[in-house]
């Protein structure tokens, strides 16, 4: 089996999932914020709903797997709360090590008139030990000067930098899914899957488990299954997971499109660049 869908709340789920069992849990839960799918709560109680389920998470990951958190602003009248601050210590206190907090940039949102228009969020990328998946290679991106070599000493005429590409850095710029996006649907916060594929390119290896707690329209188990890993996740609203399950369909037949993940952003001075493409993933019973 490579694919599990739950309908339901996800700690039902992971009541069943064994200790050590998933590579990667890569996520954005609800960020309290009344949307369709959640009531805004107290905001210790928020914090400890979140603890359940952080909890159960870290048990059920490999020791040489890694928790992503992907996490914005809690807004109250205006004030912000960065997420990333208020759930830092429950991983801390749980003996995770903090490797990297990516900046993920994007252009589109709200337009705010008493503070700066709000363009990015975190993934917050936890790790349980020191020893932990980490392929670089697949993800590198190109060099900005490819052809530049060393002017002096023993390489002098050599390439200096690594052809391979580029370590993609800790600030992706990636799109968010507003109406235009390819891969738009019907729910309001969807991930685009190419942020999600380079997760599951760099810290899991082909038939590894990925699991999404909070799986919206299924984006985490696309990218999993794209790239010949294993998925499973949650998601409580019905409307959702049907979403899910039509998309990760039309993938099988070869019909989904989706962003590539070396498309550039857009310039309205070069409008031309790599068009979506559609991806064929296998699901195996
Ligand atoms: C921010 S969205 C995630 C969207 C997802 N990343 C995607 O690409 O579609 C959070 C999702 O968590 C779901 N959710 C909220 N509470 C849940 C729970 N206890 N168990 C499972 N899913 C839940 C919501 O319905 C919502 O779709």
């Not at 048990?59 to 709360?81: E, M, P, T």
């Not at 709000?118 to 392929?135: A, H, L, P, Q, S």
Request: net charge positive; aromatic share 10%.
């Amino acid at each position: 089996m490579s694919l599990k869908l739950f309908e339901g709340d996800c700690l039902d789920l992971l009541s069943q999932i064994p200790d050590n069992f998933v590579k990667l849990v890569v996520t954005s839960p609800p960020y309290n914020l009344n949307k369709d799918y959640e009531n805004k709560l107290d905001m210790n109680e928020y914090i400890s709903q979140q603890e359940a389920v952080i909890k159960e998470c870290v048990r059920i990951l490999a020791d040489d797997g890694s928790i992503c958190w992907q996490v914005g602003n809690y807004v109250d009248n205006g004030k912000i709360v960065p997420l990333d601050i208020a759930l830092y210590n429950i991983f801390d206190s749980l003996g995770l090590s903090l490797r990297n907090r990516i900046v993920w940039h994007f252009g589109h949102g709200l337009h705010a008139s008493k503070r700066f228009s709000g363009r990015y969020e975190v993934i917050m990328w936890f790790t349980k030990n020191d020893e932990y998946i980490f392929n670089l290679d697949p993800v590198r991106v190109p060099q900005k000067y490819p052809s530049k070599k060393h002017f002096k000493g023993p390489k002098r005429g050599k390439l200096s930098c690594n052809p391979k590409g580029k370590n993609p850095s800790d600030v992706w710029d990636i799109p968010n899914v507003k109406s235009n996006h390819v891969e738009k649907t019907a729910h309001p916060c969807q991930f685009p899957v190419e942020l999600v594929e380079r997760l599951v390119l760099s810290l899991t290896n082909e038939g590894d488990w990925v699991f999404d707690p909070f799986m919206g329209v299924g984006s985490t188990a696309l990218a999993a299954l794209i790239h010949g890993r294993k998925a499973m996740g949650a998601e409580i609203m019905p409307e959702y997971i049907k979403i899910a399950k039509e998309r990760i369909l039309l993938a099988q037949l070869g019909k989904l499109r989706i962003r590539p993940m070396n498309r550039g952003i857009f310039d309205p001075k070069n409008p031309k660049n790599i068009p979506p493409k559609f991806v064929k993933i296998e699901v195996e019973e």
